[in-house]
């Protein structure tokens, strides 16, 4: 039996930011959904993303909470899921904002927003050891972040190997030599 995939984006519902988001972000907005918690989610192009966290900062919010990927390997796509947060709006500070795209699996890249959101680059270098995930324009990427520069490297190719994805198999050494 195997596990269904999570859906990309939660069911419709009207939500009090909803207005503004579809003013900020335009035709970029393909679709949106409220998450059982209560947040605004939106799925845009991943060409859009730079220009997206750009009108997310604008409208107020201050920070990227988190920063992750989904991969759905039957579909050959990974979700890159940005959440956005801020800290000094007081009409935002108890909302969260979650922008979510879709990547090719076979050339997982997209543009980096640490320029814009400083807070994003330690997550998009995880994101990148973790599944792969190349981003564009940070200036950090290739260096090793979190694993051991030992680490999840393919013995017979050489090639890195990606512990989030879900084609991963653990070396016959471990993962820890």
Known sequence: MSARAPPKCPPPGDHALLPRVKEALGPSLL?????P????CVVVPPDKIREVAQAVK????????????????????FLLVYVFASYLSPELKNQLLHVRAEIPRDS??????????????????????????????????GKRFLLDPDCCIDE?????????????KVPDWGLMG
């Open 108 to 141: 997982p890249k997209v543009a980096s927003i640490a320029d814009i959101y400083p807070s994003a680059d330690y997550e998009e270098r995880e994101c990148h050891e973790m599944f792969g995930i190349w981003f564009e324009g940070n200036p950090h990427m």
């Open 37 to 40: 918690e209560g947040h605004l």
């Open 58 to 77: 604008n409208m107020g919010f201050d920070h990227v909470l988190s920063l992750s990927a989904v991969d759905y390997i039957a579909e050959k796509k």
């Open 31 to 35: 679709s949106h959904g409220v998450t």
């Open 156 to 168: 017979k190719t050489g090639k890195p190997l990606y512990p989030l994805r879900k084609d991963f």
